[in-house]
């Protein structure tokens, strides 16, 4: 069983900062791509981040210049630091991984259970 942990949501204020936290935790065996998506009321999920287990990153368009991705290999943890936050960044928060959990099975995704991400004066 693997399960993935979020934290970091929350309320702020236009041009503040929130950093977004998610671990995965049980039989792992190798983590590809991890990434961030994000669903607003009333529109489809979309892609925020994604960053490759060798660094390489990739941003949408929207977040480009204010938000980081990156990972930590050793801990299977993904983060979004978030910065100039915008009233349009509100959003749940998910966050996503490619986990291969033993050398045969198959790479598949695992979600987490969503963060509430707020940005509101």
């Given at each position: 069983q693997v399960q993935l942990v979020e934290s970091g949501g929350g309320l702020v204020q236009p041009g503040g900062s929130l950093r977004l936290s998610c671990g995965a935790s049980g039989r792992i065996f190798s983590i590809y791509d991890m990434g961030w998506y994000r669903q607003a009321p009333g529109k489809q999920r979309e892609l925020v981040a994604?960053?490759?287990?060798?660094?390489?990153?990739?941003?949408?368009?929207s977040v480009?210049?204010?938000?980081?991705?990156?990972?930590?290999?050793?801990?299977?943890?993904v983060y979004l630091q978030m910065n100039s936050l915008k009233p349009e960044d509100t959003a749940v928060y998910y966050c996503n991984q490619e986990i291969k959990r033993t050398v045969v099975d198959s790479t598949r995704d695992y979600w987490g259970q969503g963060t509430q991400v707020t940005v509101s004066s």
């Open positions: 994604t960053i490759t287990k060798g660094g390489s990153t990739n941003y949408a368009d480009k210049g204010r938000f980081t991705i990156s990972r930590d290999n050793a801990k299977n943890t």
